[in-house]
């Protein structure tokens, strides 16, 4: 008996969840019935198998390992009509959704005015990254109240006073690019850069040398293992897709950062209550200016001798929301700085100039210079327009809103497009190369960000860049990176040369797949964020 009641009751479950898909499904493949109807722009509809026709000959004209946002990219192209946005019916793969690839709608998906929220895809993307509801997931006055505790931590004035942090950091990667020099050999520039770009995210936000450039750390360790196991929507090799052994991986992760990061937190308790003893104002990192603005909120309660739980749960996974997307966007940052000051040589030199203009030719004296005088660094206008316009062709990440009913976007000319039942995913890298708005837009150009706005080059809508995000919800550690990314090219840019060695690497590893998307070798593959295929394989060497 209690095996064939297990055996009904198995049989109620998986009817009960064939019907579930089968509703969904439904739901998903009719909305898009009346989407079609509507004169939607969309690719070739199917009633059965929605849009997943239309993807695998998109995909077969490019690299196996791209990016997704690259392939959606060239639907947009091919079946918008007016502005460039399409629907796609991805289901069961991915929710309903939107592609904007324009400035002008993405401007209104992203603004105060619609207040589109982040759509719960965005909590399984996060989950293993940062273990729970964290700042870029939130929405409403749950959001607002976090965002709060940390904007002065993130503030420009604030992460000035971080230069000595950064300097500090990138002395040492500075050492670790002499020591490649010297060995001569091809390495990964981006999983070098990525360990950096650890050390400097723990430092500013943690006041906590993690020194993972040398040596293991755990926090930096699990992280970087935690971006090895996960998965995107874009996998479509169903063995890896549901890998059994994920979880435990992402469990062990996950609770290996925690533990870290509560040690941290107890630390950095500790000492605020001493200062706070002391009469003392001194914040070491932002989540010393996040616990000032906690207890503050708390003054009417009797101060705890050890840290609130709930407080400690909540700011260990924003910490570990900043750590992954503080270390992955800039990362990738610099390395495309590198890719493209080396195929551009007159860039290079225009940039190598502006240094020697400001820091002087005494390449000893710069990192001491930059920390008694870090407003230096707001002094590089050329430096500022290569960033800008490696961000723009090179973008880490893009943004998702859910749609709303009643709620539509309208674009300039007055075509209406309905949001609701769908996700829209604005892709920042096809805004950002998109023809209508950017005069040469694959071309490598840092003079666009030195015109006037009458200029031709000047982009020519509002919104139109947007690496960081644009409106209310846009990225709160853009200065950070900036201030990163600027150091760094001061400290290397006139010590080392760095040279793509992808020739060498196609050559170890000979395959007749695609291996370029827009006449790149470098383009973007997704590991976390975006990263230059194959970890950038590079070689250094230092100038005369």
Not at 73 to 78: G, I, S, V
Not at 310 to 325: G, H, M, N, P, Y
Not at 354 to 373: R, V
Not at 488 to 493: D, E, G, K, Y
């Amino acid at each position: 008996m209690d095996a064939r009641r297990a055996a009904s009751t198995g049989l109620v479950v998986c009817l009960g969840a064939i019907a579930y898909l089968v509703a969904k499904g439904y739901r998903a493949r009719l909305r898009f019935y009346q989407l079609r109807q509507q004169g939607m722009p969309m690719p070739p509809w199917n009633p059965i198998l929605g849009h997943l026709l239309a993807v695998p000959p998109v995909i077969a004209t490019l690299p196996e390992d791209t990016q997704q946002p690259d392939a959606f990219e060239a639907l947009c192209r091919a079946h918008e009509k007016d502005d460039s946005i399409i629907y796609l019916d991805m289901w069961p793969f991915a929710d309903p959704m939107m592609v904007v690839c324009s400035p002008v709608l993405a401007v209104q998906a992203c603004g105060q005015e619609l207040d589109l929220v982040k759509p719960p895809i965005l909590h399984r993307f996060f989950a293993p990254l940062a273990g729970g509801d964290n700042l870029f997931t939130m929405n409403g006055p749950e959001w607002k109240r976090s965002r709060a505790l940390f904007n002065a931590g993130f503030g420009a004035s604030y992460i000035m006073q971080q230069t000595d942090h950064v300097v500090e950091e990138t002395k040492i990667y500075v050492e670790v690019l002499r020591e490649y020099a010297q060995k001569g050999k091809v390495f990964s520039l981006d999983e070098a850069t990525c360990w950096y770009t650890m050390d400097i995210i723990g430092a500013v936000t943690l006041d906590s040398r993690l020194q993972s450039q040398r040596q293991n750390n755990p926090l930096a360790t699990a992280l970087r293992r935690q971006i090895d196991w996960h998965i995107l929507d874009n996998e479509w090799n169903l063995l890896k897709r549901y890998n059994p052994a994920r979880p435990f991986v992402h469990w062990y992760n996950g609770r290996q950062m925690d533990k870290y990061i509560s040690a941290e937190l107890d630390k950095r308790y500790a000492e605020w209550t001493k200062d706070e003893a002391a009469g003392s104002t001194t914040s070491r990192s932002v989540i010393h200016l996040a616990l000032s603005s906690y207890m503050s909120q708390q003054k009417d309660q009797p101060r705890p001798e050890k840290l609130d739980p709930a407080f400690k749960r909540w700011a260990t996974v924003q910490i570990r929301l900043f750590l992954f997307a503080g270390h992955d966007s800039t990362s990738s940052t610099i390395c495309y700085a590198f890719y493209l000051l080396h195929s551009h040589p007159d860039a290079l030199a225009k940039l190598r100039a502006e240094h020697d203009d400001i820091f002087g030719t005494d390449l000893t004296e710069t990192a001491d210079k930059i920390c008694a005088q870090p407003n230096l660094v707001n002094q590089l206008p050329y430096t500022t327009a290569v960033i800008k316009e490696s961000l723009r062709l090179f973008p880490p990440a893009s943004a998702m809103r859910g749609g709303n009913p009643g709620v539509h976007l309208v674009d300039q000319k007055g075509n209406r497009y309905p949001t609701e039942g769908t996700n829209l995913w604005i892709l920042h890298s096809a805004i950002q190369r998109n023809e209508k708005y950017w005069v040469d837009p694959l071309a490598f150009r840092p003079e666009r960000w030195l015109v006037d706005p009458e200029d031709e080059l000047f982009p020519s809508a509002k919104g139109a860049w947007r690496p960081f995000e644009y409106g209310p919800r846009n990225c709160l550690g853009q200065t950070l990176a900036m201030l990163d990314v600027k150091i760094c090219l001061a400290l290397t840019v006139r010590e080392f040369d760095v040279k793509p060695a992808y020739d060498e690497w196609d050559a170890q590893n000979p395959t007749s797949k695609i291996k370029h998307v827009n006449g790149e070798r470098a383009y973007q593959t997704q590991k976390g964020g975006a990263h230059p295929a194959d970890g950038f394989p590079c070689r250094v060497t230092v100038r005369a």
